[in-house]
């Protein structure tokens, strides 16, 4: 016979004695079932024995949910509170990332606030920052663990790039935008001094691969010098890189124009005035004087 606070048991549907005599109890409520429990036996001949004991019943720890996985971006600070919300003292409250111990080195710090609630906090996100983070609460009944991935986001690099000298109309020329670094979605788009692309500026760009944006121009003309600038971006971050096309008009098309327009002087006195046009690669240089043909 088993009792248990002088009631002879089983007293409930969570309680069960077996044919050998064990109590089974589930499932177990602490309010109720922590106690002195007698069990008492007797044989044929009228002997009896009983022996006592007592059961403390344990709370195992209950960890408040995580929020959904996260995705911030590097430089960024980042937080995650674990909070046991239920469970008997003494308590242990640690962290993993990827199923190993903090290490030092991932600049990572942590903060006990009581025995219920630790904070783990990342001033400063980089790459190396991306993981699973596991919050393992563990009392004297059970270890309990709570999970969350964090995704770090890094920002676009756009390697340097240029167009080549001497560049003349007629000419080709071609560059390509390559993003050596940066998570996707990754989008590369280019603009001339700041604006789209005019369609009658012939311009081509292609997708070399998910990471290279080629632009060429098959044909120079002078209106196509100016500043091209590479964007990438990505949720991340939108970076830029700018380089300067310069190119040079053909002197085979080299023309001036010369015209004559009434003027004054600085003592408002009537004067001639010429002025010279050029066109091509032409800057306007020295007058010369007059020069008088006589005539017979």
Known sequence: MLLSG????????????????TLVISPVQKSTDAGV???S??????????????VAVIVPPKLSPFNSDRTQH?????????????????????????GRVLDPAQRISVSHVDQFNSI????????????????????????????????VNVPPIIEPFSFQDGLSEGMRTRTVCGVSRGDPPLTIAWLKDGG?????????VSTLDSYSSLL???????????????????????????????VKGNDSHLSLSLSSLHCFDDQIRPAVCLRCFGTGNASVGDWTPPRFVSRR
Do not use: M
């Open 120 to 151: 783990l906090l990342i001033e400063s996100l980089s790459p190396d920052h991306n993981g699973n983070y596991s919050c393992v609460a563990r009392n004297l009944a059970a270890e309990v663990v709570r999970t969350q991935q964090l995704t």
């Open 6 to 21: 002088g009631r002879e048991l089983p007293d409930d549907l969570r309680q069960k004695v077996q044919s050998d005599g």
């Open 74 to 98: 590097v430089g960024e600070r980042a937080s995650l509170t674990c909070s046991v919300t239920k469970g008997d003292l003494p308590l242990t409250i640690t962290w993993l990332k990827d």
């Open 41 to 54: 036996a007797r044989n044929k001949q009228g002997h009896s024995a009983r022996r006592s004991g007592e």
């Open 216 to 246: 060429s121009i098959s044909s120079l003309a002078s209106t196509h010098s100016g500043e091209y600038t590479c964007v990438a971006s990505n949720p991340a971050a939108e970076v830029r890189y700018t380089a300067k096309l310069q």
């Open 37 to 39: 429990y007698t069990c």
């Open 196 to 204: 789209s692309f005019s369609p009658s500026l012939a311009v081509n």
